[in-house]
């Protein structure tokens, strides 16, 4: 199969900004709360555009990573925290406090090492997939610049490991076929293998995690949230009255293990996996965003609905960001 890389590359970057748009209205909100709303959410959202009205800054600095690499040829520091800096004035939409933080620092001039939050939370993972898609030919280097351009703002290790799984999960789907299957246990072993080669002991945490993603993709959905939705999270910062509930956590870890069991999950349409994934409960609009940069990578742009990019805010910007990303991956890569 000749893959479509515009597609694809648009197809993730689309992808991100529906499952965010579509998840925001709903963050932090119980899935059985949201579920409390509608009995078909395709048509709740036809109904009710106007609560679909925007991204968050998770979809705000995927493109941000996205111009960064275009605007250096690839990965370079100092664009990475230009961009960043210039999201400050965008205003951002509902972000992070450590993310938010660390930015700021930055535009203040101080190094990124000093600026970096020490924050597991989910604010790398959520802009990292533009690395994955640029990177899918060379993930030597797709490893080291996920690793990089969380550092920049989240200095804690489980923010860089789920930066770097969900950059070489991208990169594993954009070489798949939607019109076939895909291993499951091959998607597993490259992902895992992504973060292996490390002693830092949140890493393998993490890849404990993935193998029990991976050995329990057959329960029910809301089983398998309830299950993930807060794992790896340690006091004080695990909700005791979340307990047995679908509420996922802003912990990079349980946000990731939850946007991957419910990509693998929904593996039929773009469209329906994208519903499930904004409807997870708690920081939906940020599994949405994951989840939704995977399932786009896979399906491709051609592939998700009109009506669904007709309700992305500033869809046109982001298939013109989408084209230049790839002018530059084509200049990078001219002779595949």
Same mark, same amino acid.
């Given at each position: 199969?000749?893959?479509?890389?515009?597609?694809?590359?648009?197809?993730?970057?689309?992808?991100?900004?529906?499952?965010?748009?579509?998840?925001?209205?709903?963050?932090?909100?119980?899935?059985?709360?949201?579920?409390?709303?509608?009995?078909?959410?395709?048509?709740?959202?036809?109904?009710?555009?106007?609560?679909?009205? =925007?991204?968050?800054?998770?979809?705000?600095?995927? /493109? $941000?990573?996205? %111009? *960064?690499?275009?605007?250096? @040829? #690839?990965?370079? +520091?100092?664009?990475?925290?230009?961009?960043?800096?210039?999201?400050?004035?965008?205003?951002?939409?509902?972000?992070?406090?450590?993310?938010? =933080?660390?930015?700021?620092?930055?535009?203040?001039? /101080? $190094?990124?090492? %000093? *600026?970096?939050?020490?924050? @597991? #939370?989910?604010? +790398?993972?959520?802009?990292?997939?533009?690395?994955?898609?640029?990177?899918?030919?060379?993930?030597?280097?797709?490893?080291?610049?996920?690793?990089?351009?969380?550092?920049?703002?989240?200095?804690?290790?489980?923010?860089?490991?789920?930066?770097?799984?969900?950059?070489?999960?991208?990169?594993?789907?954009?070489?798949?076929?939607?019109?076939?299957?895909?291993?499951?246990?091959?998607?597993?072993?490259?992902?895992?293998?992504?973060?292996?080669?490390?002693?830092?002991?949140?890493?393998?945490?993490?890849?404990?995690?993935?193998?029990?993603?991976?050995?329990?993709?057959?329960?029910?959905?809301?089983?398998?949230?309830?299950?993930?939705?807060?794992?790896?999270?340690?006091?004080?910062?695990?909700?005791?009255?979340?307990?047995?509930?679908?509420?996922?956590?802003?912990?990079?870890?349980?946000?990731?293990?939850?946007?991957?069991?419910?990509?693998?999950?929904?593996?039929?349409?773009?469209?329906?996996?994208?519903?499930?994934?904004?409807?997870?409960?708690?920081?939906?609009?940020?599994?949405?965003?994951?989840?939704?940069?995977?399932?786009?990578?896979?399906?491709?742009?051609?592939?998700?609905?009109?009506?669904?990019?007709?309700?992305?805010?500033?869809?046109?910007?982001?298939?013109?960001?989408?084209?230049?990303?790839?002018?530059?991956?084509?200049?990078?890569?001219?002779?595949?």
């Amino acid at each position: 199969m000749k893959i479509d890389y515009l597609d694809k590359i648009s197809g993730a970057l689309f992808g991100g900004a529906c499952g965010d748009t579509l998840g925001h209205p709903f963050e932090g909100f119980l899935r059985e709360k949201i579920y409390s709303n509608f009995t078909n959410f395709k048509l709740f959202v036809r109904e009710n555009r106007r609560l679909f009205n =925007t991204y968050t800054d998770d979809t705000q600095l995927t /493109l $941000h990573t996205a %111009e *960064a690499l275009i605007h250096g @040829g #690839g990965f370079d +520091t100092k664009f990475f925290i230009s961009e960043y800096v210039k999201w400050l004035d965008e205003p951002p939409i509902g972000p992070g406090y450590g993310c938010l =933080t660390s930015i700021r620092k930055l535009k203040y001039g /101080l $190094h990124w090492e %000093e *600026a970096a939050s020490n924050s @597991g #939370g989910n604010g +790398t993972a959520m802009r990292v997939a533009p690395i994955g898609l640029f990177y899918c030919k060379d993930i030597e280097r797709l490893k080291k610049f996920a690793l990089k351009s969380s550092i920049i703002t989240h200095s804690h290790p489980a923010a860089s490991a789920g930066a770097i799984v969900i950059a070489r999960a991208v990169a594993f789907l954009v070489e798949k076929d939607p019109r076939k299957s895909f291993s499951s246990e091959e998607f597993f072993k490259i992902i895992i293998s992504s973060i292996s080669d490390s002693k830092e002991a949140i890493w393998k945490e993490f890849i404990d995690i993935l193998l029990k993603v991976k050995e329990n993709l057959n329960i029910p959905i809301e089983a398998g949230l309830i299950k993930f939705s807060q794992i790896g999270v340690k006091s004080p910062y695990f909700i005791e009255e979340y307990l047995g509930k679908a509420f996922v956590h802003p912990y990079t870890l349980s946000t990731v293990a939850c946007a991957i069991f419910l990509f693998l999950n929904n593996l039929g349409s773009f469209e329906d996996c994208i519903y499930e994934l904004a409807t997870a409960g708690g920081d939906s609009d940020t599994v949405g965003a994951i989840g939704g940069s995977l399932a786009g990578a896979y399906f491709g742009y051609k592939n998700i609905p009109s009506e669904l990019v007709k309700l992305v805010k500033n869809n046109k910007k982001i298939l013109q960001i989408s084209r230049e990303l790839y002018s530059r991956f084509a200049e990078k890569y001219s002779s595949f």
